[in-house]
């Protein structure tokens, strides 16, 4: 997965050629002098190898990575969902390990051998690297799986969310950026009134309504 995020955060800017170069040395963890060094022929040849970066990765995802399970999103808390909705309203590539990090957990069991999913007690960043070394085809169908999810929950709770920012919409006008950061002020300030209103104004329940089910803890 490490290449595919390198790969993602290239850009086109200084010319196809330079972008294809850069795309080569990643794929083949080669320096740019080889390719340089390259016959024309012999470069357009590797180039045409590399036409599959235009199309997205498999759909499909693993609901398991080695002692990890992907936790339904039906059973996300609303402190869980709202960092979800941070994650995603910002570049959700840019943040794939943290997306990842939060929604595969460990289990254990209960003494009635019942599963039980890890709280959301830990920080995404201390596991970021973990997901690395995994194949991009084991986890990409997260993405539209969650944004399929999250669509349907946006029907009901419109107000409380923000539109996506897709991988591929980058802001360069300055004023897209104020506005988006705006937003995302106004999405921030939006999620504490309504946790604020749900534990009456009284902060000692502040944590206890984060834990709680996003289904069931919002109003429709």
Known sequence: MSQFLELNRLSSEDGLFNYKIDVLCILTDKDVSYFEELELNELSELTKQIKWLQSDPSRRYKSKLDNYVLKPFSKLTLGEFIDLEHYFSNNYLDHFCHILALL?????????????????????????????????????????????????????????????????????????????????????????????????????????ILDMSVVLVLPK
């Open 104 to 208: 595969y957990r460990r289990t254990s069991k209960n003494v009635y051998g019942d599963d039980i999913i890890e709280p959301y007690e830990y920080s995404p960043r201390d596991r970021l690297d973990w997901y690395l070394d995994y194949p991009i085809t084991d986890v990409y169908g997260l993405i539209p799986e969650y944004l399929k999810y999250r669509e349907n929950f946006t029907n009901t709770y419109t107000n409380l969310l923000v539109d996506v920012v897709p991988d591929d919409e980058v802001l360069d006008d300055a004023d897209e950026i104020k506005e988006q950061k705006r937003e995302q002020e106004k999405q921030k300030f939006a999620w504490e009134s309504t946790i604020m209103a749900l534990c009456n104004d009284d902060l000692s329940k502040f944590n206890s």
